[in-house]
């Protein structure tokens, strides 16, 4: 599968944004997707998944009620919602997709990433 994210920009702390990323290639139904963040001199850390149905979601504490995950297995997108955005969430945003039944936590478990599209949030 190839993935292809868009979205990021410079938005104002307490502002918001939504990334999205286009599949193609295989069935889209067939993986779970999620959303990485990767900060300068940072290692890239997990943000939300959500599995293949759309039925459960997941997210890391540092986001949780202020970004959804969502997906649309028609048009082979998924999409990440964020608001309330702060400094700290400045990195570039991946997408990923997850083939195996494995923990959506674990950066090693997807199969396909993204290029990335960087957020900045200025304070």
């Known amino acids: 599968v190839q993935l292809q994210a868009s979205g990021g920009g410079l938005v104002q702390a307490g502002g918001s944004l939504r990334l999205s990323c286009a599949a193609s290639g295989r069935t889209f139904s067939n993986y779970a997707m999620g959303w990485f963040r990767q900060a300068p001199g940072k290692e890239r850390e997990f943000v939300a998944a959500i599995s293949r149905s759309g039925g459960s979601t997941y997210y890391a504490d540092s986001v949780k009620g202020r970004f959804t995950i969502s997906r649309d297995n028609a048009k082979t997108t998924v999409d990440l919602q964020m608001n309330s955005l702060k400094p700290e969430d400045t990195a570039v945003y991946y997408c990923?997709?997850?083939?195996?039944?494995?923990?959506?936590?674990?950066?090693?478990?997807?199969?396909?990433w993204g290029q990335g599209t960087l957020v900045t949030v200025s304070s």
């Open positions: 990923a997709a997850k083939f195996t039944f494995s923990s959506y936590y674990t950066r090693s478990n997807y199969d396909a």
